[in-house]
Each structure stands twice: as structure tokens, then as C-alpha cells.
């Protein structure tokens, strides 16, 4: 009996033994399993082996830029806004002239030279729209000229820029540079130009003198680098060929006789040269000193302040010699022209007719006809077709044609290539501006084409 009680035991041993082997090994499965479905949350290539659930795995998002918007405004049409802003303004101009001085570079014979020029005017307010150019908005402030020296309002950091040529203030086309605030650029300005004139009159029997002040307001489009583009090029450009345009058809509407070619309208006998007339402006308004240095750059800082100013650029400039406006006629030549072509009714004020961009380009047209007429009487009718001919007219338009004419005549004579330097200026040859003029002209009908077809692409 006892020794079965001890098989039972034995053998419910092995019962009790097997089943804690198997629990404990169930046990260790779920935590084997448990342990390993933890780890593979984070490995979900794993967790497909113990889930029938998709794992989607969303990629983390690529952050871009924000793309600045494109304005809805143009410079063009901000110069416009702001001149009307500026219209009506008015400013204070001292009594007191101050006296400063500038080095400006000169062109002697082909070569630089430096030259200090004395300058005098009286402190003055000067006006100025400042635009910017990432919100569009329109600033308008003043600032002070007090000799050399800029002053300018609180908040606001301004310079003047320095040209190639050394010219510092240059009225109102100075160029500014605007430091503070950033993205800044003085677009329009109204520039203070004072006039004083002695003016006599009779007191108590006797003549007495005294000063008489007039101040005009020059509301222009100052150049600046800030403000060039290609855009305000071609606005030039355009505005050139459009006046150009329109003074043909001006002067055929008027029925206008050619004094050169006899029976002929003077624009059928220019009307597949109308490139001559495009590049007067920009011969007359290039600095020769400034074109040594950059040519292109130089021509198109031109057609930026005519795209920029259109109707009004250069209309007020006036030089040494009284040469006037955007095409810088003279008095007296002027006065030929319109006595010449009376048909043409051009207008009979020199300072009005010059500063009448219309008006002075159809005198222009006029002029080469006139100086046509010289050439074929000097040389013959064939000069019309020879392909130096516009820069006979273009001479004779700068100095005085008999300059040309004795040069060209000793170049036939001497068998000499380059008419230009077939005699000295002492010798009765063109004169060194004149020559200067030319070398414009040459780089123009070499580069004005292919420049136009990069603009226009």
C-alpha cells in the first residue's frame, strides 16, 4: 500500500512538473512575443510579419521658399505717380551764395585731364520722391543743399554718387544714392534753379538798379544706377522712334520741299535713314570723357532718362555755347532753319522750339536736309549715296560744315582712308569736339543694332 501511495505521488509529480514546464513556457512566449511587437512599432518592415494591419509611412514634408510676389506696378508708372505728388510743390531757396568746388575729368586731345571748377549757390530745399521698390510705396521728403554738402531728414541716409566724369551735383539730375531706408530709390525730384537778373528803372529822375529773383521748379527723373534697367531703355529707345515717327508724318502732312533734292519731299529723301535721327539725342546728351570709360553703359544712361522722363528730358539743358534742349540746337541755327523751311511752321521761339521735343526733331530732319544741300553743292549729287554720309551731316550738325567740307576735299586730295584726320584742326580741319562726336557715332552704328535685338527679345 505504501509503496503504490509512492507512485501515485511520483507520477502526479511528473503531471505537476510538465504542466509548470508548459506554463512556463507559455509565459515566456507572450513575453517573448510582447518584447519583440514593442520593438517592432519601431521597425515597420517587422511589424507586417506580426500584423495584417498597412503601415502607411507619410514622408516629411519639403519646406520651400515663399515666391515674391510680382509687382503690379511698374517704375514707369510709379515715376508718373510720383511726379504729380511732387507737382505742386514748393521749397525754400536762400539768399546767400556758398561757394564749393568739384574735380571733374575733361577730355584733352583723347586723353583725361583733371580740372577743379568753382561753383556758387545759394542753401536750398530740394525734393525728393523715394520710392520702394519691394512694397511700392511712395516717400516724399526734403532735403538740404548747403554748398557741397546734403543734409538729409531724420531716418533717412542719402549720398550723392560721384559720375565717371567727376561731376558731383548736377541740379536736377543729380544722382542720389539712398542708404537708409534699404530697398530705396529717388525717382523723381523738384530741383530749385534760380535766375538773377539786374533790371534797371528810373527813380526821381535817376536809374536805379537792382536784383530780380526767379525761381523755376525742375520737377525731372534724376539718373541713377539704382534706377537703370532695361525696361526704362527701351522706353527710350521707343520714345525716341516714336517722336521720329511722328515728325515725318508732320512734315509730309505740311507738304515740306527738300532744298537738296529738287521736286522732293524732305522725308522721302530721309525716309530709309531714320536711324540718323535716333542717334542725334544720344549724341548730343553723351558725355564724351564718360564714353571713354563705358561706352554702353554711357548710351544708355541716356535712354533711361528720356524712358524716364520722355517729353521733358533734357528739355531745360542748356550749354556754354547756348546749344538748347534734347537735340541742343543753337540760336542763330535754329533761326536759319525756320526762316528756311517756312512751311514746316516750326516755332518761332528759340527756347520754346528747342525745348519742344516734336518740334526740335522735325528742325533736326531739317537741318540734314540743309547740310545736304552744302555737301552736294561742294562734292556732287553722288555724295546722297555715299555710305560716310551720316557722318558728313552728323560734322556738320555738331561744328560748322565748311569744316567738313575742307576736310573731306584735302581727304579726296591726299588719297587719305579716314576722312576725319585728313586735316588738323589748326589747319582748318574738324575741330576735337567734333571728332570726339564721331568716335560716339562709330561705336553706335557698330553696336545700336545688336543692342536693339537683345532689348527686343
Not at 57 to 79: D, N
Not at 366 to 388: F, Q, S, W
Not at 398 to 424: C, E, F, M
Amino acid at each position: 500500500m505504501l509503496i503504490k501511495y509512492k507512485r501515485y505521488l511520483i507520477e502526479l509529480n511528473k503531471i505537476y512538473n510538465t504542466k509548470l514546464l508548459l506554463g512556463v513556457l507559455i509565459v515566456g512566449v507572450i513575453i517573448v512575443v510582447g518584447s519583440f511587437n514593442v520593438y517592432a512599432q519601431n521597425i515597420p518592415i517587422l511589424m507586417g510579419l506580426f500584423s495584417p494591419r498597412q503601415i502607411i509611412v507619410t514622408p516629411t514634408p519639403v519646406i520651400t521658399a515663399t515666391p515674391i510676389p510680382t509687382p503690379v506696378w511698374t517704375v514707369s508708372q510709379k515715376i508718373t505717380e510720383a511726379k504729380e505728388l511732387l507737382r505742386n510743390t514748393t521749397l525754400t531757396v536762400g539768399n546767400k551764395p556758398i561757394a564749393y568746388t568739384e574735380t571733374r575729368y575733361t577730355s584733352v586731345k583723347g586723353k583725361l585731364a583733371l580740372t577743379v571748377k568753382s561753383f556758387k549757390e545759394p542753401e536750398k530745399e530740394i525734393a525728393l520722391a523715394i520710392l520702394n521698390i519691394s512694397s511700392g510705396e511712395i516717400k516724399i521728403v526734403t532735403i538740404i543743399k548747403r554748398g557741397a554738402e546734403l543734409i538729409a531728414p531724420s531716418g533717412f541716409n542719402i549720398n550723392i554718387l560721384r559720375r565717371p566724369n567727376g561731376i558731383i551735383w548736377n541740379g536736377w539730375n543729380t544722382a542720389y544714392k539712398v542708404n537708409i531706408p534699404t530697398d530705396s530709390v529717388v525717382i523723381a525730384n523738384v530741383y530749385p534753379n534760380e535766375t538773377d537778373t539786374t533790371v534797371a528803372k528810373k527813380v526821381k529822375g535817376r536809374t536805379v538798379y537792382s536784383t530780380q529773383r526767379t525761381i523755376k521748379y525742375q520737377l525731372y527723373s534724376p539718373y541713377s544706377p539704382d534706377l537703370h534697367s532695361s525696361d526704362l531703355v527701351k522706353s527710350g529707345i521707343d520714345y525716341t522712334n516714336t517722336v521720329i515717327s511722328k515728325a515725318f508724318d508732320d512734315l509730309r502732312v505740311a507738304n515740306v520741299k527738300s532744298r537738296a533734292i529738287s521736286g522732293t519731299l524732305v522725308i522721302d529723301v530721309f525716309k530709309s535713314r531714320s536711324d540718323f535721327f535716333s542717334r542725334i539725342p544720344l549724341l548730343e546728351q553723351t558725355d564724351l570723357t564718360e564714353f571713354q570709360i563705358d561706352p554702353q553703359n554711357t548710351i544708355e544712361r541716356a535712354q533711361v532718362i528720356i524712358g524716364a522722363n520722355q517729353d521733358q528730358a533734357f528739355n531745360a539743358t542748356c550749354n556754354s555755347s547756348s546749344a538748347c534742349g534734347w537735340l541742343q540746337f543753337t540760336p542763330r541755327t535754329y533761326a536759319n532753319i525756320v526762316k528756311s523751311y517756312p512751311s514746316a511752321k516750326l516755332i518761332k521761339d528759340f527756347k520754346t522750339g528747342a525745348a519742344d521735343h516734336l518740334n526740335s526733331m522735325k528742325a533736326a530732319i531739317l537741318l540734314y536736309d540743309e547740310n545736304l544741300r552744302g555737301l552736294m553743292l561742294a562734292h556732287g549729287k553722288e555724295i546722297v549715296n555715299d555710305p560716310k554720309l551720316e557722318e558728313y551731316l552728323a560734322s556738320s550738325y555738331n561744328g560748322a560744315p565748311r569744316w567738313v567740307y575742307k576736310t573731306l576735299t584735302a581727304s579726296i586730295l591726299g588719297g587719305i582712308q579716314d576722312w576725319v584726320n585728313a586735316l588738323t584742326s589748326k589747319t582748318g580741319g574738324l575741330k576735337d569736339e567734333t571728332k570726339g562726336y564721331l568716335v560716339k557715332l562709330r561705336w553706335l552704328q557698330e553696336h545700336q543694332s545688336s543692342s536693339l535685338a537683345t532689348l527686343s527679345q
